[in-house]
C-alpha cells in the first residue's frame, strides 16, 4: 500500500517522510542515550552517511533480533536493542500507516499525517532533557 503513496523521504508532510523523520529521532535518541559522546558524535554527527548508515544497522539490529539473528558492526556498539524508545517508534508506525488506507481513498493529492504525534514528541522531549 505505502508504494501507492506519492511520497518522498524527504518531505515530513507526508506519512513516509513523517516515518523517516521518526526513525531517525528515535535512532539518534537512542544512540545519544547509550552511546559515550565521543563515539556518538563520530558516528552521528560528522558524516551524514555514515549516521544513516549506523541508523539503518540500529533499525536492523532491533527487528532483527526478534527473528534469533545477532548483526554485527564494526566498530561494535553497545546493546541497543532493547531500549525503550523502540516500543515508542513502533506505536508511532501504527498510528502512521493506520491512516494509509484513507489516504488511497482520497484524490492522490500529497497528505500530511493529521494525527499529532503528541506522544512520541513528549517522549523525545523527557528522554533529552
Not at 523521504?9 to 544512540?31: H, K, N, S, Y
Not at 553497545?78 to 482520497?106: D, N
Request: glycine share 4%; net charge positive; with cysteine.
Amino acid at each position: 500500500m505505502l508504494h501507492k503513496l506519492p511520497d518522498t523521504v524527504q518531505d515530513r508532510g507526508t506519512p513516509i517522510g513523517e516515518l523517516t523523520w521518526i526513525i531517525t529521532t528515535v535512532a539518534d535518541t537512542i544512540a545519544w542515550d547509550v552511546l559515550p559522546r565521543k563515539q556518538f558524535h563520530k558516528l552521528f554527527r560528522h558524516d551524514a552517511a555514515v549516521a544513516a548508515l549506523f541508523r539503518n544497522f540500529m533499525l536492523a539490529d532491533h527487528i532483527m533480533r526478534f527473528y534469533g539473528v545477532h548483526p554485527q558492526s564494526s566498530p561494535a556498539l553497545p546493546a541497543m536493542h532493547k531500549h525503550p524508545l523502540w516500543a515508542t517508534l513502533e506505536l508511532e508506525i501504527e498510528k502512521c500507516l493506520a491512516q494509509v488506507p484513507r489516504l488511497l481513498k482520497e484524490d492522490g493529492r500529497r497528505k500530511r499525517c493529521e494525527k499529532q504525534i503528541k506522544h512520541f514528541k513528549q517522549t523525545i522531549a523527557a528522554r533529552t532533557n
